[in-house]
């Protein structure tokens, strides 16, 4: 299966200068000029028609990585492979072209909607700037991708606000799917939604993939929607990738102390059933001051001192990649 994105040595730097003040207030003052390093050299790749999970707590770069395939941010270096086009290195009038096969659903339905467009028109919109097509024929696309992701027709003319969590989250998809994407990047897609939606969109998500034949990058901090959705997972730390391995390998056999300790919080409806929680000590490092080595080594239960010697992804059984001096050992 030939893979459909590669990501190598990805990294996206920001300057903390160029953020607010409250943020750069609290930023320990050095005399050199802070940076923080959101993404940090990661590689991956994502097979044609597979469903990528990507997890990790919050702030560990998830949503920047997605944000960077898509160039909705500009990456600092490192290559965005899309069918073997390197779209780090592609200007933006001919980025227009590619964009109709690359699209994001984002995790706020509301915000991700211009509140002042109709259902309509914010489905028409990716047709307007990508396919030359007729008014009969954008409304005829309108209407089927509707009906596709499970919209009444006579939502077509109400704007955001008239519209629930469910709605407007579904119009978020609907928009995504217009143009036949051939990438599609979710941003943690249920976590605004309440309990009895998210199932809803999951099944709809998991239908529209085979109907379409789309490639998922799926992020989320639900680790169990994950699992059910994904075909690989790749956890994510401080800017890093720690582990990867198809989805049923990772959650049965775990190897990073890091995804041990991610999984082990994941609840158990059975309340007679126990589990062993692992929890990490200490703090998570600053983005502007990494420590060297392997970046959990501070919270990490199993370190020891060749822990501070730089890391990298070593495949430790077949397909299952994982960043650890203590299991390369």
């Given at each position: 299966m030939a893979a459909l994105v590669k990501i190598l040595n990805l990294s996206k730097h920001f300057s903390v200068k160029d953020q607010g003040v409250a943020?750069?207030?609290?930023?320990?003052?050095?005399?050199?000029?802070?940076?923080l390093r959101a993404v940090d050299g990661i590689s991956f790749s994502i097979q044609k028609g597979e469903t990528l999970g990507l997890v990790g707590e919050s702030g560990c770069g998830k949503?920047?990585?997605?944000?960077?395939?898509l160039r909705l941010l500009e990456p600092?270096?490192?290559?965005?492979?899309?069918?073997?086009?390197?779209?780090?290195?592609v200007k933006e009038d001919d980025l227009r072209l590619i964009r109709r096969n690359l699209q994001m659903i984002f995790q706020d339905p509301m915000a991700s909607l211009n509140p002042r467009l109709s259902v309509k028109q914010v489905l028409e919109e990716p047709l307007r700037l990508h396919e030359k097509s007729t008014p009969k024929e954008r409304e005829?696309?309108?209407?089927?991708?509707?009906?596709?992701?499970?919209?009444?027709?006579?939502?077509?003319?109400?704007?955001?606000?008239?519209?629930?969590?469910?709605?407007?989250?579904?119009?978020?998809?609907?928009?995504?799917?217009?143009?036949?994407?051939k990438f599609v990047a979710l941003d943690e897609p249920t976590s605004a939604l309440d309990v009895s939606l998210r199932a809803k969109i999951v099944l709809l998500l998991e239908g529209l993939k085979s109907l379409l034949s789309t490639t998922?990058?799926?992020?989320?901090?639900?680790?169990?929607?994950?699992?059910?959705?994904?075909d690989r997972v790749a956890v994510m730390y401080l800017g890093t990738i720690v582990e990867i391995a198809e989805a049923h390998e990772l959650f049965r056999h775990p190897l990073h102390p890091y995804t041990k300790a991610l999984l082990s919080a994941i609840p158990i409806p059975d309340p007679n059933v126990k589990r062993d929680r692992i929890i990490l000590k200490g703090e998570i490092p600053s983005p502007t001051n990494i420590p060297k080595g392997c970046r959990l080594r501070g919270r990490c239960p199993v370190a020891k001192d060749t822990c501070?010697?730089?890391v990298y992804l070593q495949e430790l059984a077949p397909d299952h990649w994982v960043a650890c001096q203590r299991l390369a050992a």
């Open positions: 943020f750069r207030a609290l930023i320990p003052f050095t005399g050199k000029e802070a940076v949503s920047t990585v997605a944000r960077c395939i600092t270096s490192g290559k965005i492979l899309f069918e073997e086009m390197d779209l780090a290195g005829e696309r309108v209407l089927e991708v509707m009906d596709q992701v499970g919209l009444d027709r006579e939502l077509l003319n109400r704007f955001p606000h008239e519209l629930s969590g469910g709605q407007r989250q579904r119009v978020n998809i609907a928009r995504a799917i217009t143009t036949r994407p998922y990058l799926f992020i989320s901090h639900d680790l169990s929607t994950v699992k059910y959705l994904s501070s010697e730089e």
